[in-house]
């Protein structure tokens, strides 16, 4: 987090790349992401607790975990931040250095794709997939302008 940001450096380009359909990313610092610490903060505390709780109870609920299995899976998400910095790209809640990248492509969004309809700036622009060695992370791109920056960044990094 502390390192140089490579990518957005403009309010326009921050304005033009989206995690969500409805809402332009938030800068990569602590101040910005008050949302996504603090869902984090209390969903893993409730678990915790639940562990303890089914430690030392003479019941043990383990269906209660089964609750909270869409919730772990989606913190990632709730961290509005997308940003590529000097080691690597910064998605959401997940840092992946370069050398765990493997590939990108742009997919336009046209009528069949699942995030049209949201916004009148999503529906004409592009969403970024980059593939790694285990999982995928996607952004949306409003902007051609930014498409070709990313195209520069990502291209001088992973040759």
């Given at each position: 987090?502390?390192?140089?940001?490579?990518?957005?450096e403009t309010k326009e380009e921050m304005l033009a790349i989206r995690k969500q359909p409805q809402k332009a990313v938030n800068l990569p610092t602590a101040l910005h992401q008050k949302t996504g610490i603090l869902l984090n903060a209390v969903t893993l505390l409730f678990v915790s607790s639940l562990?303890?709780?089914?430690?030392?109870s003479s019941n043990v609920h383990w269906?209660?975990?089964?609750?909270?299995?869409?919730?772990?899976?989606?913190?990632g998400q709730a961290w509005?931040?997308?940003?590529?910095?000097?080691?690597?790209v910064l998605s959401?809640?997940?840092?992946?250095p370069w050398k765990h990248i493997r590939s990108y492509k742009f997919e336009p969004i046209d009528t069949n794709h699942r995030f049209y309809g949201y916004a009148?700036?999503?529906n004409s622009g592009y969403e970024l997939k980059i593939e790694t060695n285990r999982r995928s992370m996607s952004c949306l791109v409003t902007s051609e302008t930014v498409k070709e920056k990313l195209v520069e960044v990502l291209n001088a990094h992973l040759r």
């Open positions: 987090m502390k390192q140089p940001m490579l990518f957005p562990v303890v709780f089914n430690l030392f269906t209660a975990y089964i609750i909270f299995i869409p919730a772990l899976l989606t913190l509005n931040m997308f940003a590529i910095v000097k080691d690597g959401g809640g997940r840092f992946v009148p700036e999503v």
